[in-house]
């Protein structure tokens, strides 16, 4: 009896449960009646028919994450790599979802790995890792386009690694070297150039400033060695002004004649005392006093005839 009643239990307790569905809010729900479609269930509480309505279909309305498992590519210069990457998706059509692909998750995988080896055949090795960007862009394009029947929005492409072969990346690296090694002779050589630019221009420089200096120096000492001239020859032109003055005056011939006598006097003795050989007599190196004598003599007569004057 207790059996029975529990067995009943179980079975009110089994429909209740297939009568009632509580639907996340992450997710939509396709509602089957006898196996035909009746609706989408949105988030929330619904009531079903027991064993007549069921949930035929569940799908994650949020952004999804497909890993692309890595694949063999040919560059378009004929060399292998290994190609992996990402798929971000959204369910933008439950219905769709459900009828228009049986799985969108393998067909969005497949369609990722085919259309990335396209791509990847379209360019060259060195292409394939600066052009990720273009490669993204036009995997998204055409997965978009092939997955609008399934109600499956492409959100992006990325791609996560490109590896050349072994063999492949020792060559790459020995050519990165070369251009590397390249780059720095060039460098090199740039500085070595401008180097020598700079040393030839400091060179020159400083053969102008020294040529500047040279010509300011012998301008400068031209300009004193005229303004010496100048003023020598004003001082002597002053000097005969006033001893042309001099002569003018009384007695002026007669000290001139007595200045010339003696300075004929004096050299002629200077010459007489340095020579060896005697032209003239010794006797005339005295003449000088002679002359004094005479000169003395003549300046007292000279007195004795103005006092004389006077007198009378």
Known sequence: MWLVLAII???????????????????NCIKERLGKFVGILNPGFH?????????AYRHEMREQVLDIPVQTCITRDNIQVDV??????????????????ADYHRASINMAQTTMRSEIGKMSLDNTFSERESI?????????????????????????????????????????EAERQKRAEILLAQADKEARINLSQGERQEAI?????????????????????????DASANGIRLVAEAIKKQGGPEAVKMQIIEQFID??????????????????ANIKGFFEGIGKL?????????TDKKER
Do not use: C
């Open 136 to 176: 993204n862009e036009n995997i998204v394009k055409e997965i978009d386009k092939a997955s609008d029947p399934w109600g499956i929005k492409m959100l992006r492409y990325e791609i996560k690694n490109i590896t050349p072969s072994k063999k492949i990346i020792d060559t790459m690296e020995k050519q990165m």
């Open 84 to 101: 992996d990457g990402l798929v971000y998706l959204k369910v933008m059509d439950a219905y769709k979802a459900s009828y228009g692909i």
């Open 209 to 233: 400033n020294i040529s500047e200096g040279e010509k300011s120096k012998r301008i400068n000492e031209a300009d004193g060695r005229a303004s010496e001239i100048s003023l020598l020859a």
């Open 267 to 284: 050299e002629f003795g200077k010459i007489l005392r340095k020579s060896n050989i005697s032209v003239v007599p010794a006797q005339l």
């Open 47 to 55: 009531f079903l028919i027991p064993f007549i309505d069921r949930i």
């Open 298 to 306: 003549s300046d007292t007569l000279s007195d004795h005839k103005i």
């Open 9 to 27: 239990l179980l079975v009110f307790l089994f429909i209740v449960w297939k009568m009632f569905v509580i639907v996340p809010t992450r997710e």
